[in-house]
């Protein structure tokens, strides 16, 4: 069973740019979730799609992030304009929305983003 | 809102020992706590998942412990090897699903 694939893996830009990740999770997972890793840090829920629809999106900085599941498989996390504190690994994961109370979540490699 | 703590933030050991990882939460009304590795420049591998109404899970020479009503949970590694060298994440689910993940402790094992 092929994995939570993500792309880039890195990504080095300048501030007031702007950026784009790519994710594709495993098949038939409805729920897809996007994390940011601050370096030090353990990964801070941005996001959260249950198939093509938001689940929670109470931690997105929305004057700059956006994401989108258009079709309820891949998803796409943008950032308009870049700040330097953006920089960090941006992790996807996807689960299946089980009942009760087990629902592992399963993590991609990330995209590691350099703002300068 | 849940806050999860892990302690030590970073730990030396040689080949060999037997270690123990500790991982604390405020909230105890969570759905289960999971163990995960994470390599350098990588993502996330999960170890163990333990759910609400489990005390422990063992897998191979991990042991992984919960006591909710204490808001603690320890991950025992047996007979320690190089390649365990990583960062291991404790991260607790809360019911809107949510993973509130710990800080890490930044583990070498030195051959």
């Known amino acids: 069973e092929a994995g939570v694939a993500q792309s880039p893996r890195y990504k080095i830009i300048e501030k007031r740019q702007s950026v784009a990740f790519w994710c594709n999770p495993i098949?038939?997972?409805?729920?897809l979730y996007w994390y940011q890793q601050i370096l030090g840090q353990g990964p801070k829920l941005l996001i959260q799609f249950q198939n093509n629809g938001v689940v929670d999106d109470s931690q997105l900085p929305k004057d700059r992030f956006s994401a989108e599941r258009l079709k309820g498989v891949d998803s796409t996390l943008k950032i308009q304009p870049a700040k330097l504190e953006d920089s960090a690994v941006y992790l996807c994961?996807?689960?299946?929305?089980?009942?009760?109370?087990?629902?592992?979540?399963?993590f991609g490699p990330g995209t590691r983003l350099t703002v300068l | 809102k849940q806050e999860v703590t892990q302690i030590p933030a970073a730990l030396s050991v040689p080949e060999g020992e037997n270690l123990v990882l500790n991982c604390s939460f405020t909230?105890?009304?969570?759905?289960?706590l999971q163990w995960f590795r994470q390599d350098p420049g990588k993502g996330l591998t999960s170890l163990l998942l333990?759910?609400?109404?489990?005390r422990e899970q063992t897998s191979g020479r991990l042991n992984a412990s919960l006591d909710k009503s204490s808001g603690r949970s320890t991950l025992y590694i047996a007979a320690s090897q190089p390649g365990d060298s990583a960062t291991y994440l404790c991260a607790v689910r809360t019911g809107a699903n949510n993973l509130f993940f710990g800080t890490g402790t930044r583990l070498t094992v030195i051959p």
């Open positions: 994961a996807s689960s299946t929305p089980l009942a009760g109370d087990y629902n592992e979540q399963f």
């Open positions: 333990i759910q609400s109404s489990q």
């Open positions: 098949s038939g997972h409805a729920t």
């Open positions: 909230d105890s009304a969570i759905y289960n």
